[in-house]
């Protein structure tokens, strides 16, 4: 009976590779003391990231219009999600930003003529809830602002 074959295959990763090249380029050139390759070999592999930063969604906007901010969660993570605290402060994404658009505004046009010439009579004007850029919105929509007076008495002189 022949005995089974068997193929093992391993992972090594891109730092030890360039660890092993510049330890055969290092025996190559001379001799290198096994207690320099074990020193060598441990700086390389604190220079790997052990952990990183995990950034979870936007918050919604904490104001519909105007200066509102937005908030998300960051937290520095280990390679196996577990919490850590030896991510790079100075790469750390930001877990707050501005948000939020314009509000609407009154858009308020000219007074009309008297409606009489003599006595008391009444004016009136065009009032409209507008977006920054001029869009017509429901009144609803401009609730925040007291609303401009649509109509007001008028006297040019007495009758």
Not at 25 to 40: C, F, I, R, W, Y
Not at 59 to 69: E, F, K, R, V, Y
């Amino acid at each position: 009976m022949t005995p089974p074959r068997v193929r093992y295959s391993y992972y090594i990763a891109k730092e030890e590779k360039a660890l092993r090249k510049e330890e055969r380029s290092h025996t190559a050139q001379n001799s290198v003391l096994d207690s320099n390759k074990v020193e060598v070999k441990k700086q390389v592999l604190d220079k790997r990231p052990v952990s990183g930063w995990v950034t979870g969604r936007w918050d919604a906007c904490s104001l519909t219009c105007g200066n509102g901010l937005q908030k998300r969660p960051v937290q520095c993570q280990s390679l196996e999600g577990r919490p850590a605290a030896d991510c790079d402060s100075t790469t750390r994404p930001a877990a707050m930003r501005a948000c939020g658009d314009p509000c609407p505004v009154w858009d308020v046009g000219p007074w009309s003529q008297c409606s009489k010439s003599c006595g008391r009579g009444f004016k009136r004007r065009h009032v409209r809830c507008v977006t920054h850029t001029g869009l017509n919105l429901p009144r609803d929509h401009c609730s925040g602002q007291r609303k401009p007076q649509e109509l007001d008495f008028c006297n040019l002189k007495p009758c």
